[in-house]
Nanobody
Framework: VQLQASGGGLVQPGGSLRLSCTVA????????VGWFRQAPGKEREGVAC????????HYGDSVKGRFTISRDNAKNTVYLQMNSLKPEDTSVYYC?????????WGQGTLVTVSS
């Protein structure tokens, strides 16, 4: 199982970015998927997740109302739409898929919010 995250970059405060995570080796629609982030010197933080059975989503308190997780099962891809970005959103963002055997992680994509 491999996850490839992309879409990070430099954006000004108040701007938007959409991250993508393409999954290979397992059917996306069977499992929960999520996004985490980790800034230098800080602990990894859960950002958003989407359940595989019913699609229910959950968000971290710091991103509620600004970020949206979605999935395209036909493309085996998970997205994270990030709006109203703040400097404190600067971090490496990781996607993950949770199978009954183990969780798999992508390599991370850097998001920098700065003017």
């Amino acid at each position: 199982v491999q996850l490839q995250a992309s879409g990070g970059g430099l954006v000004q405060p108040g701007g938007s970015l959409r991250l993508s995570c393409t999954v290979a080796g397992v059917a996306l629609d069977d499992y929960a998927v999520g996004w985490f982030r980790q800034a230098p010197g800080k602990e990894r933080e859960g950002v958003a997740c989407s359940r595989g059975d019913n699609g229910v989503t959950h968000y971290g308190d710091s991103v509620k109302g600004r970020f949206t997780i979605s999935r395209d099962n036909a493309k085996n891809t998970v997205y994270l739409q990030m709006n109203s970005l703040k400097p404190e959103d600067t971090s490496v963002y990781y996607c993950t898929i949770n199978t009954p055997y183990r969780a798999y992680w992508g390599q991370g994509t850097l998001v920098t919010v700065s003017s």
